[in-house]
Every structure is written in structure tokens, then in C-alpha cells.
């Protein structure tokens, strides 16, 4: 996606990044482009996009291509429209999909390996081969993506998060086997007994599939919880976006045909029922009603509208019919702008995020190093090679999990995606990370703060007239209408008299009120205009509760 340029001569560019598996990965193609002439990018792990700015005129295949030669994929996005549908999201499933299959195989495949292991009472005959045929599938072929990204980097003289895992439990399943079929853990009868000591040993006595199958499955357990963690924060974006109409009913050549809000143009005249959600951005032609723009401004009060407003699409038209011509389509429109704010702060980074992904840029080949020095200083010590072996092989081990470069991104894509969901819009990562100085918040309207619906929380009587009586005749007839005051006191109604009679002959008055007859009474529900058109007058105890 390329915006419009900026007047400075440069202009936005974002890819979508695929085969990244770790902070690391994002932190190499941020390397990468970052090396081309007058390109600025930031890569964003979690979201797996890349933000880029670049000269005016800049060939966006050429950046799609210096990330491929690092060895992951990408490319431009679709643009952001509230039609977007679910099958965008069918390769995203898959992978989740997969992911799941595979913990759930480790989970019941290792637990019996790491009881057997921790426990000396599980501990029969030949357990030692048992525990190699369980924990053997879960290191080759539940931990196969960590084995083939590792691979994929390595081509490509790189080092990741993955490199760590599948050293890590390939190295404690290759020493497991040497120990079985070279040493002495497979001799029948062995066991792992719970001992205190810090004496060394030369490691061929014992196995460490244990350590390779729980690694395996914890690690997985996290990519899985990750994943669906974003999927959760995609779906408040999505969610945001279906909030739009699915279906217009347009005017051309005067004829009324519906059709898919996609195919609305700019120009078009559609008509809006009540009750319906207004399609897209536009113009009142004709007609007038209140639209409940809650979702918005989050203001229970309903808006009038006439000829000549404007009206934005995703409100509901809550009293009479109205004629719109549109004049914002697709991605233009205030709904899409909102999903484009989400999606931006989820792209962007925050300085806590950057400092952890500059971390995990050099913590492999650090943690690397350490384990080849640690077998070195083993060796020089004058200890064993198997045993030397078997503390290289912990360091490696214990480093395997990646919280590091993975905790950050995802807390802020979760933030960012819930807030939306909560009709918060964050508009950027390093404003969610500000907000730990903030001491006094200011508040400009009452929807900020309320939950967008309306609630009868008084009702005053003139004398001679019941509470319940009333109720239950302006009850019945505001149940018949659409419009959000009218549903509050039909809500109110039911919960204090029970359910409501079907009234006859209704009326919807716009921008005025109802009228409806109920039990053989003319019932008139609406404003004070209205009233005095039927030379129905509010007495004076009234008109001073009204203005109170």
C-alpha cells in the first residue's frame, strides 16, 4: 500500500512480511532495507508488516525483492475496505491450525516423557527407550518449522530464535542417543535418581529427552498462544470493519436495486429505512430522521438529520426514510479511516519495543559464543569431552525461549486491538507507552465515558394519571419504533409492567414522534410540537419538570 506522497519528496510504502518467526528476523529485514539509498523502514514483528518511507517514484518491487534475498517473503497489501472478506484470512487459519496439531501431539507425547524422567517410580525396565520413542517425533517432527527456519537463516548466514531451539533439541536428541547406543543409558534398569551434587560426570549415563520434548512443546506453546493472539487483535480490526452495511439499495435510471455496498460508487443516490445502516459516507437528498452516530461519538442522543447533511456510514438511521448520495467510498470513508488509525499503531513501534529488538539482534550469536566458550573452558579444565559437551549443550538449551523479542510487539498489538474493540482508537504504539506519565485525564463529551445506550431514569406523571398506566400505553406504542429513545422507554416499560400490547394504526412521525392507538386510546409519544399540533398542552408542573 503507497500513500499519496508527502511534500518532503518522500513517500509511505508497506509490505507485508511472511517467514519471519522471531524479533530477530524483523530486526535483520529492518537491517536490510534500511541500507538502500534514502529508504527509511520499520518492520514490526508482531503485525509482520514493514513500514517503509522512500523517494518519490520509488519501485516498491525493488523492496519486495531485498526482502526475499534475506530469505522471507513479501508483499503489497489489499487495500483496506469495510468489504473485506473472510477469505483474506484462510492461510493465516492454517497456520494456527498447524500449530495446534502440533502441541497438541507434543503435549501428549511429552508429559509421559518428562513424568518418566522426573520420577524414579515411573522409572521401569526400559523406560530410556520408551521415552526415545515418544520424545522422538516431538523433537524432529513437532519442532520441524523451528529445524526448517533455522536451516532457511542459516543458507543466509544468519543466526535467529530459531537457531537456538533447534540446536538446542537436536543437540540434547543426538547426545540422548550417543548416551543410549555409546554409553551406558541404555543399559537395562537405568535410572534417573534425584541428586544433590556438584560433582561432574561425563553425561553418557544419562539422557536428555526430556529437555528436548519439554523445550519443544513449551516453545510451541508459546508460538501458538502469539499467533492467536494477533489473530484475536486482526479480528477487533475486522470486527471494526464489518460494522458497515453488507447491502445498499440504490437508485439508478430511477429504478431501486440492491446490491453489495462494494459496488457503491461516488455519485450514487441510495435510500436508507429506518432501522438500517447508512452505506457508506454522503449527503441527505431528501427526507429527514435521526441517525444514532453512538458508534462514533458514543452519544446515546440520536442526531437529526435533513437536506444537506452529511451522514457517515456505519450509523444507523433510527426514524424516517432518507435519500443519500454518496460522496466517500470504499477506503475513503470515516469507517475505513478509523480501521487505517488500528492498523497504523499496530505497525508502529514503541521505544521499549525497539530496545528489545536491538537486544535480540545480537543475543543468538552471544549466547552462541557462550556455549562454544563454555566448551572450551570445559576442555581446558581438563574435564571429559562428553562432559564438556553436555554444558555446551545446557547453554544452549536454557537460552531456547524467546519472551524477549516476543512479549513487547504482542502486548502492544493485544493493547492497540482491544482498545478498538472497546472503541478506544490508540493512535500509535508510543502513545500506549506515554500513558504511563499521565496523572489527569480530560474528558469532551459525555459518550467518551458512557456506554452509547439510552435508559428511562425518571418518569413524571400529571396528577391523576398512574406511573404504570403510563408505561404501559407509551411503552406499547415506543415498542413499535426503531428510534433509540423510544427503545429505552419500551425497555423500561417491559421490565415494570410486563409485555407490552401490539398498538394500532402506527405512526411514524419524523422528526416529531409516534402516534399509535393502544387499549382504544390515542396514544402521542414525542416531542412538545407535536403535542400542541393534536392541542394536547403540558400543564405547568409538567413544562417545569421537562426544563429541569
Not at 435521526?290 to 452529511?310: Q, R
Not at 470513508?333 to 539482534?361: C, P, Y
Not at 423500561?492 to 387499549?519: C, H
Amino acid at each position: 500500500m503507497t500513500d499519496t506522497p508527502s511534500a518532503t519528496g518522500t513517500t509511505s510504502v508497506e509490505l507485508e512480511i511472511g517467514g519471519m518467526t522471531c524479533a530477530s528476523c524483523a530486526m535483520r529485514i529492518e537491517k536490510k532495507l534500511n541500507r538502500i539509498d534514502g529508504v527509511t523502514a520499520t518492520v514490526n514483528y508482531a503485525t509482520e508488516k514493514a513500514k517503509v518511507r522512500a523517494p518519490d517514484g520509488f519501485d516498491p518491487s525493488l523492496l519486495i525483492a531485498e526482502v526475499e534475498k534475506t530469505g522471507y517473503t513479501a508483499a503489497l497489501p489489499a487495500p483496506v475496505s469495510p468489504q473485506r472478506t473472510d477469505d483474506a484470512d484462510e492461510p493465516q487459519d492454517d497456520e494456527l491450525r498447524s500449530l495446534r496439531n502440533r502441541l497438541i501431539a507434543s503435549i501428549v507425547l511429552t508429559v509421559p516423557v518428562i513424568a518418566m524422567a522426573m520420577i524414579p517410580a515411573l522409572q521401569f525396565l526400559y523406560w530410556q527407550w520408551l521415552s526415545l520413542a515418544l520424545a522422538g517425533p516431538v523433537i524432529v517432527w513437532a519442532a520441524w518449522p523451528f529445524h526448517k527456519a533455522a536451516w532457511t537463516n542459516l543458507r543466509h548466514g544468519a543466526a535467529t530464535m530459531d537457531t537456538l531451539i533447534s540446536m538446542g533439541t537436536l543437540a540434547a536428541l543426538l547426545w540422548s542417543l550417543y548416551a543410549l547406543f555409546f554409553g551406558t543409558a541404555g543399559v537395562p534398569g537405568m535410572t534417573h535418581p534425584f541428586e544433590l551434587t556438584v560433582a561432574p560426570s561425563d553425561g553418557a549415563a544419562n539422557i536428555y529427552l526430556e529437555v528436548g520434548a519439554g523445550v519443544t512443546m513449551f516453545i510451541l506453546a508459546g508460538r501458538y498462544f502469539e499467533k492467536r493472539s494477533k489473530r484475536q487483535a486482526g479480528a477487533a480490526l475486522r470486527a471494526l470493519l464489518e460494522l458497515g452495511a453488507k447491502e445498499v439499495a440504490v437508485i439508478r435510471d430511477g429504478v431501486e436495486t440492491r446490491i453489495p455496498t462494494g459496488e457503491l460508487k461516488a455519485g450514487d443516490e441510495f435510500v436508507v429505512r429506518p432501522g438500517e445502516k447508512i452505506a457508506t459516507d454522503g449527503i441527505v437528498v431528501s427526507g429527514t430522521s435521526a441517525v444514532d452516530a453512538s458508534m462514533l461519538t458514543g452519544e446515546s442522543v440520536p442526531v437529526e438529520v435533513g437536506e444537506g447533511d452529511a451522514v457517515t456510514g456505519a450509523t444507523v438511521n433510527a426514524g424516517g426514510r432518507l435519500l443519500v448520495r454518496a460522496t466517500r467510498v470504499g477506503s475513503d470513508t470515516q469507517l475505513a479511516q478509523m480501521a487505517k488509525l488500528v492498523e497504523e499503531a499496530q505497525t508502529g513501534k514503541a521505544e521499549v519495543q525497539r530496545l528489545a529488538d536491538r537486544v535480540s539482534g545480537i543475543f543468538v550469536p552471544i549466547v552462541i559464543a557462550i556455549a562454544l566458550a563454555t566448551l572450551g573452558a570445559w576442555l581446558g579444565a581438563g574435564f571429559p569431552a562428553s562432559a564438556a559437551f553436555t554444558a555446551a549443550v545446557a547453554v544452549l538449551i536454557i537460552a531456547c525461549p524467546c519472551a524477549l523479542g516476543l512479549a513487547t510487539p504482542t502486548a502492544l498489538l493485544v493493547g492497540t486491538g482491544r482498545g478498538a474493540q472497546l472503541g478506544i482508537l490508540i493512535k500509535g504504539p508510543e502513545v500506549l507507552e506515554s500513558t504511563r506519565r499521565v496523572d489527569t485525564v480530560v474528558l469532551d463529551k459525555t459518550g467518551t465515558v458512557t456506554s452509547g445506550r439510552m435508559t428511562l431514569v425518571a418518569v413524571h406523571t400529571a396528577d391523576g394519571v398512574e406511573r404504570a398506566d403510563l408505561l404501559r400505553l407509551a411503552g406499547a406504542v415506543e415498542d413499535a419504533s426503531e428510534h433509540p429513545i423510544a427503545q429505552a422507554v419500551a425497555k423500561a416499560a417491559t421490565q415494570e409492567v410486563g409485555a407490552l400490547a401490539v398498538p394500532e394504526e402506527f405512526v411514524n412521525i419524523e422528526g416529531q414522534g409516534v402516534r399509535g392507538i393502544v387499549d382504544g386510546h390515542v396514544v402521542l409519544v414525542g416531542r412538545e410540537s407535536l403535542l400542541a399540533d393534536w392541542s394536547q398542552h403540558l400543564p405547568a408542573e409538567l413544562t417545569a419538570a421537562k426544563a429541569a
